[in-house]
């Protein structure tokens, strides 16, 4: 892979999306959010109670677009109460983590620039060989204050605790800092506070 990889790992609510954003604009990176993938999987679920597809296609990255079959599935769509427990109960299914993998593989490859994707795995598993590995982690109540926000998404401290729990205890992939991974807790920082941190990680690469 003859370009600069950065992953963007940590639980729910931490920031990873809106710190990959800013990071990959001001580095002129590409950015894609790994989760899109198993929220445009659970919306289809929803849609037509099946998992198993013939076509996928991304159709745009920002904002997210993407067909799955004959259904065409916007970044709108993708968060309400029911895709945040569907996305997460069947990131669980190896199944589904290998169709994951291999799309953004494809997405990471056709990329012409770098390349900043956050999600739970992608340092550990997914590209545990990227130039630069990010952990964020953030208190519970930070984080569902902060998904509360997000697209007026409603996420309690119960909500985020149950996702925690099935995200770091499952048998696939469970959420881990990555090996070597820079752990940065950004819950008293700012996003241009955080920012400065990660890049003078990367002037020592």
């Known amino acids: 892979m003859n370009k600069s990889l950065i992953t963007l790992d ?15 604009k001001d580095l002129n990176f590409d950015f894609f959010s790994s989760g ?24 745009a990255l920002a904002p997210f677009r993407c067909k799955i079959d004959d259904l065409v599935i916007s970044e709108s769509d993708l968060y309400t109460t029911y895709i945040n427990e569907k996305s997460s109960e069947i990131a669980q299914l190896s199944e589904v983590r290998g169709v994951v993998f ?11 620039r770098g390349f900043v ?26 984080r569902s204050l902060r998904r509360g926000k997000q697209s007026n998404n409603q996420e309690s401290v119960d909500d985020i605790k149950k996702r925690d729990e099935r995200d770091k205890n ?21 996003i241009d506070e955080i920012l400065e941190l990660i890049k003078e990680k990367l002037e020592l690469l």
């Open 117 to 142: 994707i956050e999600g739970r795995d992608m340092g550990s598993v997914v590209f545990p060989n990227a130039k630069l590995k990010l952990y964020l982690d953030a208190s519970e109540q930070v």
């Open 10 to 24: 940590g639980p729910s609510g931490v920031g990873k999306t809106t710190v990959g954003k800013r990071l990959a």
């Open 36 to 59: 899109s993938l198993y929220r445009a999987l659970a919306k289809f679920y929803q849609s037509t109670n099946k998992l198993l597809f013939q076509d996928f296609s991304i159709e």
């Open 170 to 190: 499952r048998v696939n992939s469970p959420l881990v800092v990555p090996e070597g991974a820079l752990i940065i807790q950004t819950d008293l920082l700012s």
């Open 102 to 112: 291999n799309i953004l593989h494809s997405i990471c490859n056709e990329s012409q």
